[in-house]
């Protein structure tokens, strides 16, 4: 069984619809696929309308960005929730208006410097999706300031930028919460990669793992293997689910659909603990 649980459609920075998204795990071989934009459920119709066609099941999640109060981000993937759950709705809601607008004043300030205006930059949006920087990045390649997303978030996009606007974001605690009450499986995305900034200390993990995160993604390009084995350890004392995963991004990223996997055993577990939504095997 070849099971990946973490990749992005054009309903957030992926680069293809969910449909495509399905098509390509076909044929990559894979037998289950999480669909997990970034901060929305907008996909999941979509991609579950290709599980017959394509023969790849569907595991219905979302990828939820947080903050803590030092400052630090914190990315949590949500398996199989109730879209429709209200106290968790009103938090992606107001985080995905507040990208927007936060979207507005990077534009505003990019464009002091470069040839880029909002229009450039939507044009990459996907109606109703989640918007992010790499849709600026977009706008800076089609521009021709930069050869690509990776160039584009070397320089002018991190968050050290003189052009960076932070938007509101969930404390990973309070998000925890949200998801189990929606009946959904949260597990802490890439949670050592400290090339893309300051990462959680054992006092947060252990302020996560006490209000309900239930695992770790320990296999993703992102952790150092130094991190790695110190996640393993971490999720045999806490008894945390360990999964393994791509990221996929389309053309956005170089990570290749099924580049890690996540075993059966630890799906299985995320299926029992589960009761918001389910599995959509063809
Ligand atoms: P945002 O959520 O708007 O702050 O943008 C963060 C998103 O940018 C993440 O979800 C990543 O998918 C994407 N990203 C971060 N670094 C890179 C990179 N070097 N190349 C392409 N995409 C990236
Ligand atoms: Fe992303
Ligand atoms: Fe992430
Ligand atoms: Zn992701």
Redo the contacts with the bound molecule.
């Keep these: 069984m070849r099971i990946d649980l973490h990749t992005?459609s054009n309903i957030s920075?992926g680069t293809q619809p969910p449909a495509m998204l399905m098509a390509a795990a076909r044929d990559a071989g894979l037998d289950v696929l999480a669909l997990t934009d970034?901060d929305t459920t907008l996909g999941w119709a979509e991609a579950a309308a290709a599980v017959a066609s394509t023969g790849v099941a569907l595991l219905p999640g979302m990828e939820v960005?947080c903050r803590t109060a030092e400052g630090i981000s914190v990315h949590l993937l949500c398996y199989l929730h109730d879209p429709g759950f209200a106290g968790l709705l009103e938090e992606i809601t107001k985080a995905k208006d507040a990208?927007h607008s936060r979207a507005r004043r990077m534009v505003e300030r990019l464009a002091e410097d470069y040839p880029l205006n909002w229009d450039d930059v939507t044009q990459h949006v996907a109606p109703g999706a989640t918007?992010?920087?790499?849709h600026i990045?977009d706008a800076l390649v089609a521009a021709g300031v930069v050869e690509d997303?990776?160039e584009a978030?070397?320089n002018i996009l991190t968050s050290h930028s003189r052009y960076y606007v932070s938007h509101y974001a969930p404390d990973p605690v309070l998000a925890i919460t949200l998801i189990r009450a929606a009946g959904g499986v949260p597990v802490f995305a890439h949670p050592v990669a400290s090339a893309?900034g300051r990462v959680v200390g054992e006092q947060t993990f252990g302020d996560m793992i006490s209000a309900g995160l239930l695992g770790v993604e320990v296999d993703h390009r992102d952790n150092p293997e130094e991190g790695r084995a110190w996640l393993r350890g971490l999720a045999a004392e806490h008894d945390l689910i360990i999964t393994g995963s791509s990221d996929y991004?389309g053309r956005?990223?170089p990570n290749r659909l099924g580049e890690n996997l996540t075993s059966p055993e630890s799906l299985a577990r995320i299926e029992d603990l589960a009761s918001g939504a389910v599995v959509l095997r063809p």
């Design positions: 992005h920075d970034h960005t990208r918007m992010g920087r790499p990045a997303r990776t978030f070397a893309r991004h956005g990223k």
